[in-house]
């Protein structure tokens, strides 16, 4: 890196022998501005070689990946593959024919390849994510047929189960015989096609991931809003106390921030349990009754405790670093001038406040919508959200074409929130204790 | 901060409340990573105070739970001497764990370290081109939800040839998923942010003509970087290493979703243990992670004032 070419301000150094005759050029007489160009152009390439290592890295196993898991959420041949012949006739036929001769026929021959290929799980569960119980029917019918069917196919198939002339099943059939579908994102804004083809709301008992994202928001709001509130007095604190003693006490805002996030979930598990301390405590005090412990954890509140504690450092960390760049003569200037203390907070104080307020409360509000652990951990029923239906239907359902429009809707969330923190804050201001 | 001496009755009152309400949230923060650390002594199956504990009788406090972690797996718990420790290094589900977490950690940091720190030099770079854009990817493993990015890795990872099928080429290669380069790329990826981030801050305040200087003396770029460069941002580069190791050695959804069951690292361990049956022996565990980390905070806070002073950076 030596090379005088590399370096803009070594090339404008080797100019002035040029500047004599009027035109700007480097010592071995090429015009300047080429060889700046050139210059910088090798820089920019530099730089960017650095880079690509890492970057190839992080499209390579992150990126695509989440790619590929997200293509299943529109993307499922699960059916329309192993059934072939039924797909074609849905091809050729419209919306609401019932199936003829020429389907109940094309239907034989797949389930009978598909038994035959013990295919026909996958076939089922497909049908089944959209109509429940319809995998039993694949699997059970699958089986009947692989003794052997006699035609005629729609008498034989519905003796085997009366279930195939279910108008709704041809109309999920249909649906899923064209691999690239929609299906998973009305599902999970809790819609569904009728046997018309008419989007219409599911059963309200069947309602759930409206509610699930609709939680999920509210509990990362209201947990934003505890984390500012515990956390700007202490980062007031440490922002205004002298350097040696900040420095002291942030220590008891960085040691939670270091110690395991499974720690500091156990530890709020055996705090707030019936028989745990916080419990103990309160009976002690006499401010409960022994019969009368309080149900903290397993509900929303155990959530909503424990994640505030684990996300508080995250709101601090930014408040703090803003703090500590205010000039203290402004409030007192505000003083001198007659403002009670609330006014000059109010006034002067707080709104210098607002880069480090609205970084921190991003931060926390774009981690907590992501939660899995201690939602899962802590949360019991009623303090899921949204990331643990995301692993249930990965891991329990096995739906995963249902786990990826989920996980796209919750992405795209986060991703919009990412944006607006990049362009408010820059992912470049991020700072880590 | 004192009160102002202007500063009215009701003033001080405030201000005094202030600092109670102060050593309130303090106490929120430190009290339940505190509090673990006596009651993983507990004699009793308990996960409250004994009466024996708080009048601080010895015979309430045992190290049970510490032996059963250790037992917990072996063979021959009964053993003695040298035959014990050679069951426990071998056996012991939790000793296993600690292996595999630290394999797994160090490796993930190297790969981390090594890739991030080169592109922080580049990113750090005046003339680097689309730098906003590029940041914003390479620090999305941090904010994407891990559960997204954890269901992402198992597809790819039962399969990684499959991305050649866009091309039309159908090879056929192993599966990540349930081996140890899989669980260490993965945790790689989840570090690089980490590393990104605190070396890049350490670059703002490096003096690029330090780089010139040492170059018009003579220097080569290899013998500059390593002889002017790398000894000024070590710091930054130590602590951006020691975040990825925490962040894998404390990272569980990536490893529920594509490890297998050779690589039973401890979070998953705990993990395993506080959703059946949780007993005071995750305490005791959770009490050495704590005792863990505050000796990593300790290095952290070391190495940057270190590194604030070498660069003559003073204290803000």
């Given at each position: 890196?030596?090379?005088?070419?590399l370096?803009?301000h070594?090339?404008?150094?080797?100019t002035?022998s040029g500047?004599?005759?009027?035109?700007?050029t480097t010592?071995d007489g090429k015009?300047?501005?080429r060889a700046?160009a050139?210059s910088?152009?090798r820089?920019?390439?530099?730089?960017f070689l650095?880079?690509l290592?890492l970057?190839?890295?992080?499209?390579?196993?992150?990126?695509v990946?989440?790619g590929?898991?997200l293509?299943?959420?529109?993307y499922n041949?699960?059916?329309s593959a192993?059934?072939?012949e039924v797909s074609?006739w849905?091809a050729?036929?419209e919306?609401g024919t019932?199936?003829?001769e020429?389907?109940?026929t094309?239907l034989?021959a797949?389930?009978?390849a598909s038994?035959?290929?013990?295919?026909i799980g996958?076939v089922?569960?497909r049908?089944?994510?959209?109509?429940s119980?319809?995998?039993s029917?694949f699997t059970s019918?699958?089986?009947q047929?692989?003794?052997?069917i006699e035609?005629p196919?729609?008498?034989?198939l519905q003796e085997?189960?009366?279930?195939?002339?279910?108008?709704?099943?041809?109309?999920?059939?249909?649906?899923?015989?064209?691999?690239?579908?929609?299906?998973f994102?009305?599902?999970a804004?809790?819609?569904?096609?009728?046997a018309?083809g008419?989007i219409?709301?599911?059963?309200e008992?069947?309602?759930?991931?409206?509610?699930l994202?609709?939680r999920?928001?509210?509990?990362?709001a209201?947990?934003t809003?505890?984390?500012?509130?515990l956390?700007?007095?202490i980062a007031?604190l440490l922002?205004?106390l002298?350097?040696?003693?900040s420095?002291?006490?942030?220590i008891l805002?960085l040691?939670?921030?270091?110690?395991?996030l499974?720690?500091?979930t156990?530890s709020w598990m055996?705090?707030l349990q019936?028989?745990?301390?916080v419990?103990?405590?309160?009976?002690w005090?006499?401010i409960i009754?022994?019969?009368q412990?309080l149900?903290?954890?397993?509900n929303?509140?155990?959530?909503?405790?424990?994640?505030?504690?684990i996300?508080?450092p995250f709101?601090?960390?930014p408040?703090?670093?803003?703090?500590?760049t205010i000039n203290?003569?402004y409030v007192r200037?505000?003083?001198?001038l007659g403002?009670?203390?609330?006014t000059?907070f109010?006034r002067i104080?707080?709104?210098q406040?607002l880069p480090g307020l609205?970084?921190?409360a991003m931060?926390v509000f774009?981690?907590?919508v992501?939660?899995?652990?201690?939602?899962?951990?802590?949360g019991?029923?009623?303090?899921q959200l949204?990331?643990?239906m995301?692993a249930?239907h990965?891991?329990?359902t096995l739906n995963?074409?249902?786990?990826?429009?989920l996980?796209?809707?919750?992405l795209?969330?986060?991703?919009?929130l990412?944006?607006?923190?990049?362009?408010?804050?820059g992912?470049?201001?991020l700072?880590?204790? | 901060?004192a009160?102002?001496t202007?500063?009215?009755?009701l003033?001080r009152a405030?201000?005094?409340?202030?600092?109670?309400?102060c050593?309130?949230?303090?106490?929120?923060?430190?009290?339940?990573i505190?509090?673990?650390?006596?009651l993983?002594?507990?004699?009793e199956p308990?996960?409250?105070?004994?009466?024996?504990?708080?009048?601080?009788?010895a015979?309430g406090?045992s190290?049970?739970?510490y032996r059963?972690l250790?037992t917990f797996g072996?063979?021959?718990?009964?053993?003695t001497?040298?035959?014990?420790?050679?069951?426990a290094w071998a056996?012991?589900?939790?000793?296993?764990?600690?292996?595999?977490?630290i394999?797994?950690?160090?490796?993930?940091t190297?790969?981390?370290t090594?890739?991030?720190t080169l592109a922080?030099l580049?990113?750090?770079r005046?003339e680097?081109?689309?730098?906003?854009?590029i940041?914003a990817i390479l620090i999305?493993?941090?904010?994407?939800p891990?559960?997204?990015?954890?269901?992402?890795?198992?597809?790819?990872?039962s399969n990684?040839?499959?991305?050649?099928?866009?091309?039309?080429?159908?090879p056929?290669c192993?599966r990540?998923?349930g081996?140890?380069?899989?669980v260490?790329?993965?945790h790689?990826?989840l570090?690089i942010p980490?590393?990104?981030?605190t070396?890049?801050?350490t670059?703002?305040?490096?003096d690029?003509?330090?780089n010139?200087a040492?170059?018009?003396?003579?220097?080569n770029?290899?013998?500059?970087?390593?002889?002017?460069?790398?000894p000024?941002?070590?710091?930054?580069v130590?602590?951006?290493a020691l975040f990825?190791f925490?962040t894998?050695?404390?990272?569980v959804?990536a490893?529920l979703?594509i490890a297998?069951?050779?690589?039973?690292t401890?979070?998953?361990?705990?993990?395993n243990?506080?959703?059946?049956?949780?007993?005071?022996?995750?305490l005791?565990v959770?009490t050495?992670?704590?005792?863990?980390?505050i000796l990593l905070?300790?290095?952290?806070?070391?190495?940057r004032?270190r590194?604030?002073r070498?660069?003559?950076v003073?204290?803000?």
């Amino acid at each position: 890196m030596a090379n005088a070419a590399l370096d803009p301000h070594a090339a404008i150094a080797t100019t002035a022998s040029g500047v004599e005759t009027g035109r700007l050029t480097t010592a071995d007489g090429k015009p300047l501005a080429r060889a700046l160009a050139r210059s910088q152009r090798r820089a920019r390439r530099r730089a960017f070689l650095l880079v690509l290592p890492l970057l190839a890295f992080i499209l390579i196993t992150f990126v695509v990946p989440i790619g590929q898991m997200l293509q299943r959420s529109f993307y499922n041949d699960g059916f329309s593959a192993n059934m072939p012949e039924v797909s074609a006739w849905f091809a050729r036929t419209e919306r609401g024919t019932p199936p003829d001769e020429e389907a109940w026929t094309a239907l034989a021959a797949d389930l009978t390849a598909s038994a035959e290929a013990r295919t026909i799980g996958v076939v089922g569960t497909r049908i089944n994510y959209d109509l429940s119980g319809s995998r039993s029917l694949f699997t059970s019918t699958g089986r009947q047929v692989r003794r052997g069917i006699e035609p005629p196919y729609d008498r034989a198939l519905q003796e085997i189960d009366e279930k195939w002339a279910d108008p709704q099943l041809w109309s999920t059939m249909r649906e899923a015989s064209i691999p690239v579908t929609a299906n998973f994102y009305l599902a999970a804004v809790d819609r569904q096609r009728d046997a018309e083809g008419n989007i219409r709301q599911v059963e309200e008992r069947q309602q759930v991931y409206v509610m699930l994202f609709g939680r999920t928001f509210w509990l990362s709001a209201v947990i934003t809003a505890l984390t500012f509130v515990l956390g700007f007095p202490i980062a007031h604190l440490l922002a205004t106390l002298p350097m040696r003693r900040s420095n002291l006490l942030m220590i008891l805002v960085l040691l939670p921030f270091w110690t395991s996030l499974l720690v500091r979930t156990t530890s709020w598990m055996v705090l707030l349990q019936q028989q745990g301390v916080v419990n103990d405590i309160l009976v002690w005090l006499g401010i409960i009754g022994g019969g009368q412990r309080l149900q903290m954890i397993y509900n929303q509140t155990g959530t909503i405790i424990a994640m505030t504690h684990i996300l508080l450092p995250f709101m601090i960390l930014p408040l703090y670093s803003v703090m500590r760049t205010i000039n203290p003569s402004y409030v007192r200037a505000a003083r001198s001038l007659g403002a009670t203390s609330w006014t000059a907070f109010r006034r002067i104080y707080f709104p210098q406040t607002l880069p480090g307020l609205g970084a921190g409360a991003m931060l926390v509000f774009i981690l907590a919508v992501g939660y899995y652990i201690t939602p899962a951990l802590v949360g019991g029923a009623s303090g899921q959200l949204i990331s643990n239906m995301i692993a249930m239907h990965m891991t329990d359902t096995l739906n995963w074409s249902m786990a990826a429009a989920l996980a796209a809707i919750l992405l795209a969330a986060v991703l919009v929130l990412y944006w607006l923190y990049d362009r408010l804050v820059g992912v470049d201001n991020l700072k880590l204790g | 901060m004192a009160v102002p001496t202007y500063a009215s009755p009701l003033e001080r009152a405030w201000h005094y409340a202030y600092l109670a309400i102060c050593a309130a949230i303090f106490f929120f923060l430190i009290a339940p990573i505190i509090v673990i650390i006596p009651l993983s002594f507990n004699v009793e199956p308990y996960f409250t105070f004994t009466d024996k504990m708080l009048s601080l009788d010895a015979d309430g406090y045992s190290l049970r739970w510490y032996r059963s972690l250790l037992t917990f797996g072996m063979q021959n718990p009964d053993a003695t001497g040298a035959a014990f420790w050679s069951d426990a290094w071998a056996n012991a589900k939790w000793v296993n764990a600690a292996k595999n977490s630290i394999i797994i950690g160090v490796f993930s940091t190297i790969v981390a370290t090594g890739l991030g720190t080169l592109a922080a030099l580049g990113l750090s770079r005046p003339e680097m081109p689309f730098r906003r854009a590029i940041m914003a990817i390479l620090i999305s493993p941090m904010i994407v939800p891990l559960i997204i990015t954890a269901t992402g890795m198992f597809f790819f990872y039962s399969n990684p040839c499959e991305l050649l099928t866009m091309f039309g080429l159908s090879p056929e290669c192993g599966r990540l998923a349930g081996t140890y380069l899989g669980v260490i790329l993965a945790h790689a990826t989840l570090g690089i942010p980490f590393v990104i981030i605190t070396v890049t801050a350490t670059l703002v305040g490096f003096d690029q003509s330090l780089n010139r200087a040492a170059a018009s003396l003579g220097a080569n770029p290899r013998t500059t970087f390593f002889r002017v460069t790398m000894p000024l941002i070590l710091p930054g580069v130590i602590s951006g290493a020691l975040f990825a190791f925490v962040t894998s050695f404390d990272e569980v959804v990536a490893v529920l979703f594509i490890a297998g069951p050779d690589q039973q690292t401890i979070p998953r361990q705990m993990w395993n243990g506080i959703r059946e049956q949780i007993s005071p022996a995750i305490l005791a565990v959770a009490t050495l992670l704590v005792v863990f980390s505050i000796l990593l905070l300790t290095t952290v806070e070391l190495l940057r004032r270190r590194s604030e002073r070498i660069r003559g950076v003073t204290p803000r």
